[in-house]
Structures are given as structure tokens and as C-alpha cells.
């Protein structure tokens, strides 16, 4: 996406904050690390950003850019698993193992869009309007991958104590 004004280079900004938090976060985890839980709900580090990676996937893919097209990680699938794959989110989610590497190009690997124009796709939610601009898909994405960041953080301080937004 590309933001010609302060105001949208700012709000891009704060999104790859957000996403940079992320990785931040889990740097130095193990493999048993990454994929364990240590919450009621399930959710392992590698599954909550797999969930963020397809809910970017689905907002700037499918929503932003009007597209299911195939990625690099979809090799082999057929469209209707890819859909089922972004959509479906949580512990119960089961798809090929992913690392830290991976999941890094899934969250950084969207089309150039400015924030003023309308989506081309659909969300698809009956119980919400469609989102009116770019510029709100990107502030849904921050609020999203804030929200799953202190998820994160507080998973990291249970598996090994490590607290803290700062790059490890």
C-alpha cells in the first residue's frame, strides 16, 4: 500500500510497528516453543501468527486487492482450500507446520494500493458494512495485530519469561 500523505505514511507505519512487534516477540523461540500453548484457548504462538498472516491475507488479498489468486504457500491447493484455510482461524486450524521465516513473507507480501480508494473485493460479513476504503482495512489491521501482539507477549512471559516489545 502506498500512502502519499504524512497522515498515510504514518498509519502505515503504525501497521508495520505493529507487525514488527510481532516478530519481535517470538525471535528466539524453539520449535517446541512455537508450537506449544499455554493458554486455556489453545493458541500456540505459531497459530496466533498463522491467524494473523490469514487474516492479512484475506484483508489485503482477497478484500484490498479482489484476488484469490495462489501464493507462493498455497502450492498445490485448490482455491477452495485456500478460502477455507484464511477463513477458518484458532487452535482447531490445520495446515503445513509454519516458522518465523515464513510466516515474516506471509504478512508482507501484498499488492500497492493507495489508502483513499475503494476495495476491490469483499469482506463478505453479512453482520457488518464493507469497508470503505483501503485506508480502513489498514486500521483494522493494526487494531488486529495489536490486539494478537499482547496475546503473544503474555505467551512468551509464560513460556520462558521474556517480556517486552523490544527486538530480543
Same mark, same amino acid.
Given at each position: 500500500?502506498?500512502?502519499?500523505q504524512p497522515e498515510d505514511q504514518a498509519v502505515l507505519a503504525f501497521l508495520d510497528a505493529q507487525r514488527d512487534a510481532v516478530f519481535s516477540i517470538v525471535e528466539g523461540l524453539d520449535e517446541e516453543a512455537w508450537h506449544r500453548s499455554v493458554v486455556p484457548s489453545g493458541w500456540t504462538?505459531?497459530?496466533?501468527?498463522?491467524?494473523? /498472516?490469514g487474516a492479512e491475507r484475506?484483508?489485503?488479498q482477497g478484500v484490498v486487492a479482489g484476488s484469490d489468486a495462489e501464493l507462493p504457500w498455497d502450492e498445490g491447493l485448490p482455491p477452495m482450500t485456500r478460502r477455507?484455510?484464511?477463513s477458518v482461524t /484458532?487452535?482447531?486450524r490445520r495446515?503445513?507446520?509454519i516458522t518465523v521465516t515464513s510466516a515474516r513473507a506471509r504478512m508482507r507480501c501484498w499488492a500497492v494500493t493507495p489508502l483513499s480508494v475503494p476495495?476491490? /473485493?469483499?469482506?463478505?460479513d453479512p453482520q457488518m458494512d464493507e469497508p470503505p476504503s483501503v485506508r480502513w482495512v489498514v486500521l483494522h489491521m493494526i487494531e488486529e495485530?495489536?490486539?494478537h501482539a499482547g496475546h503473544l507477549d503474555i505467551a512468551r512471559e509464560l513460556i520462558d519469561g521474556q517480556t517486552g516489545l523490544e527486538p530480543r
Open positions: 500500500m502506498t500512502g502519499n504462538p505459531a497459530g496466533l501468527v498463522e491467524h494473523l /498472516g484475506h484483508w489485503f477455507q484455510r484464511s /484458532g487452535p482447531q495446515s503445513p507446520p476495495p476491490r /473485493g469483499r469482506h463478505g495485530t495489536a490486539r
